[in-house]
């Protein structure tokens, strides 16, 4: 995988986490009760990217993320480099 597809449209904020942990939490704690299934990526974005952002604080210092705005999706998809690995995954227990 090498790019992230478009955000939904009540979805007008994409949040790339800093931390596995934060985004192991948010997978299966969050995304699985509310879709069955959650994932934990791992990828690279080029900085010249990402400095036009803030890290944001959701909670704690534990809890770091960009807020990319859904219409620059395009542009963070273009600044990934090489590909988007899951590292884990996470399903509803049947």
Do not use: C
Not at 15 to 26: F, G, T, W
Not at 32 to 59: H, W
């Amino acid at each position: 995988m090498r790019a992230f597809p478009p955000r939904l449209p009540d979805q007008p904020i994409f949040y790339p986490v800093l931390s596995e942990e934060y985004a192991v939490k948010i997978a299966r704690d969050w995304n699985v009760p509310a879709s069955g299934s959650g994932f934990v990526t791992r990828f690279q974005v080029r900085r010249s990217f990402l400095d036009n952002y803030s890290i944001e604080k959701a909670g704690g210092a534990a809890h770091s993320e960009y807020w990319i705005p859904a219409e620059d999706l395009d542009l963070f998809n273009r600044a990934i480099v090489g590909k988007i690995q899951i590292v884990a995954e996470f399903h509803q227990r049947k």
